[in-house]
């Protein structure tokens, strides 16, 4: 009998008594944990746990009672829910903007009595890659007042040999690339057209090498500094008041 652990009876001489049944259950626990997915290639040596992050558990157990549960993982980034009843649940977390899962998000499963069950979470936190383009006024390959930063130019972004995003620089010669997954990326800039001026040339100072910055984006990745520096050299006597009258670009 459901719920029964005892029996009263009177024996009486001859008269058999019960059947006398006992049922039981062994309540589960659902525990796991969640990491941070530092190359977003599933769990691997070196990907950490997360603290205070939410997880949560919903169904309905054995009994027909709902459940909606909620915890936090621990200061190990693990967490546990205790004591369910068998029946059917979702345990699942919440995606805040800037992460991907790199597992599910949610699994379900029918709990029975005595199996524990075990559910991982994982996630990559999206990258950001900017920089500036600027007019290297004296020639040193860093960004230094009084120079400024040139609008407009293209910055191009490269993943698997393939331009996968484009951009153009701001007013203050800004760009940023947000939201990037794990991957080897490199940027470049598409330096500007002489064409229309053959007594204009256009040489880059920074970054240094063959002129890409090559990053690779793991989970958190935060790049501010990829700038490009660039010298202007006119040739045949040009001026100063020349360059500043037709590129519109100031040596201040």
Known sequence: ???????????????????FDFLNLQPISVSGCKYNDYN????????ATIAGWPIYLEGTDGQGDDLALST?????????????????????????DGWINTTASSFDFDAVSGEDQTFDFLNFELGTICGMKYLDL?????????????EGITIQLWLDGE?????????????????LGPGDYRVGEVMPDSEDNPYM??????????????????????VEDADFGNVCEYTGGLTWGYWQTHTGISEK
């Open 163 to 179: 331009v996968v995003a484009e951009t153009t620089t701001d007013g203050g010669g800004s760009f940023c690339f947000t939201d």
């Open 40 to 47: 977003g290639d599933g769990l691997s040596a070196g990907d």
């Open 1 to 19: 009998s459901d719920g029964v652990t005892s029996y009263d009876f009177t024996a009486e001489s001859g008269v058999d008594k019960g059947p």
């Open 72 to 96: 936090e993982t621990g200061d190990d980034g693990c967490y546990a829910f205790e004591d369910l009843w068998p029946g059917s649940y979702t345990v699942f977390e919440d995606t805040p």
């Open 201 to 222: 040339v256009w040489a880059q100072t920074e970054p240094g090498g063959d002129g890409f910055y090559d990053i690779t984006v793991t989970s958190g990745t935060d």
């Open 138 to 150: 004296d020639h040193s390959g860093a960004f230094n007042a009084p120079e400024v930063g040139i």
